[in-house]
Nanobody, 121 residues
């Protein structure tokens, strides 16, 4: 059984930074793509960034240049460094594990419970 546990969310002022972490267990982590998604109230879940098992990265246009995804396969952990945060980044952030390097939530098989990120203006 795969388990994904996110941490690192919180309340931050606009322009600030946060680093999210997602620890995975129950699977050979390095073989899978890992994605960060977010969902704001009343909106659909959307991709923030994803990283393949080989380290290929993809970002949503809205976060390019501000967010960085990385992974440590030895620790079974994926990170999301978020800089220059904006109020519109406020959402529940989820990490997900999937076999395909994809921007689509439906391609991911396992999901964490989410961590809240709130950016005040």
């Amino acid at each position: 059984q795969v388990q994904l546990v996110e941490s690192g969310g919180g309340l931050v002022q606009a322009g600030g930074s946060l680093r999210l972490s997602c620890a995975a267990s129950g699977r050979t982590f390095s073989s899978y793509a890992m994605g960060w998604f977010r969902q704001a109230p009343g909106k659909e879940r959307e991709l923030v960034a994803t990283i393949s098992g080989g380290g290929r990265e993809y970002y949503a246009d809205s976060v390019k240049g501000r967010f960085t995804i990385s992974r440590d396969n030895a620790k079974n952990t994926v990170y999301l460094q978020m800089n220059s945060l904006k109020p519109e980044d406020t959402a529940l952030y989820y990490c997900a594990l999937g076999q395909l390097f994809s921007a689509w939530p439906r391609e991911y098989d396992y999901w964490g419970q989410g961590t809240q990120v709130t950016v005040s203006s």
